[in-house]
């Protein structure tokens, strides 16, 4: 993702966020905690409080393989805690085998 993401979008990030963690029993006021709690749950290496300060507060967007350590965290859908929208299901095809030509 750019590392320029409008105002907007990371207000609108940022307070998904916060309720989501709160709903998931996390206190989005305590950035070390959380930090503590991501870390325990990210392989690939770890975040500093600062960085989740900056999330919580809409100053800067986790990249994708953060994103879904805290979709995760939170039991939300990764999609929708990015962007504030579910993801819509693509409908099978019909095939009407009826009407099908022999080549």
Known sequence: ???????????????????????????????????????????????????????LMGESMPTEDKLLILAAMCEVCPHWLRHGEHLKPVEPPVINFNNIQQC
Request: glycine residues 6%.
């Open 1 to 55: 993702m750019s590392q320029h993401v409008d105002f907007k979008k990371r207000e609108e990030f940022r307070i998904r966020l916060v309720r989501s963690l709160e709903k998931a029993g996390f206190n989005p006021r305590k950035a070390g905690e959380l930090c503590t709690a991501f870390n325990q749950r990210y392989v690939s290496g770890q975040v500093t409080s600062i960085s989740v300060y900056k999330w």
